[in-house]
T-cell receptor, first 114, second 114 residues
Framework: AQSVSQHNHHVILSEAASLELGCNYSYGGTVNLFWYVQYPGQHLQLLLKYFSGDPLVKGIKGFEAEFIKSKFSFNLRKPSVQWSDTAEYFC????????????FGQGTTLQVKP | ETGVTQTPRHLVMGMTNKKSLKCEQH?????MYWYKQSAKKPLELMFV???????ENNSVPSRFSPECPNSSHLFLHLHTLQPEDSALYLC?????????????FGPGTRLTVL
């Protein structure tokens, strides 16, 4: 069965530190890739997505992610985090050309210390 | 109101009770989804509705019964639940049930089964 794995469950960083959250998926076909974020007390919302083309995608609030097909990975990065980036981050995939069924990773809690 | 709303936000019920969760989207979308988020587990898709027709039932027990009377409303009817059904239930919507669409999430209903 298809699955998504996020290696870091809880990350603690100081402000201005660089961030990289790992995401790997298991599926041999074409996938669409998403990062969702949930800020404290708020709804899940889309951070960025990749369907095709340039494997480096930019999202909101200075986040970016790189799709590396050979590694089945879609890691999320930000060069310099802020306290307001404290949130839970979810990697998810859909199977391209299929339904909207999102397959989620377990999530990573990011805590940024001021 | 805008976006996706869910009521109630919190629900405590006994195993013999019958209750319903409600989701409403004000985005003009044609697809709606129910997800379950249990502690320390990834979000799991439960049901998908597209144009008010159920298109996916992700092996969900019959004690969960969805209903989609129109494209703006989605219900999850609950009866004879078990304590392990305690979780956060999230509703989402998207323009179409497609692997390329972003899903918009509601705030969730925190369900506790005693």
């Amino acid at each position: 069965a298809q699955s998504v794995s996020q290696h870091n469950h809880h990350v603690i960083l100081s402000e201005a530190a660089s961030l990289e959250l790992g995401c790997n998926y298991s599926y041999g076909g074409t996938v669409n890739l998403f990062w969702y974020v949930q800020y404290p007390g708020q709804h899940l919302q889309l951070l960025l997505k990749y369907f095709s083309g340039d494997p480096l995608v930019k999202g909101i609030k200075g986040f970016e992610a790189e799709f590396i097909k050979s590694k089945f990975s879609f890691n999320l990065r930000k060069p310099s985090v802020q306290w307001s980036d404290t949130a839970e981050y979810f990697c998810a995939v859909t199977l391209s050309g299929n339904t909207g069924k999102l397959i989620f990773g377990q999530g990573t809690t990011l805590q940024v210390k001021p | 109101e805008t976006g996706v709303t869910q009521t109630p936000r919190h629900l405590v019920m006994g195993m013999t009770n019958k209750k319903s969760l409600k989701c409403e989207q004000h985005l003009g979308h044609n697809a709606m989804y129910w997800y379950k988020q249990s502690a320390k587990k990834p979000l799991e898709l439960m049901f998908v509705y597209s144009l008010e027709e159920r298109v996916e039932n992700n092996s969900v027990p019959s004690r969960f019964s969805p209903e989609c009377p129109n494209s703006s409303h989605l219900f999850l009817h609950l009866h004879t639940l078990q304590p392990e059904d305690s979780a956060l239930y999230l509703c989402a919507s998207s323009p179409e049930d497609s692997s390329y669409n972003e899903q918009f999430f509601g705030p969730g209903t925190r369900l506790t089964v005693l």
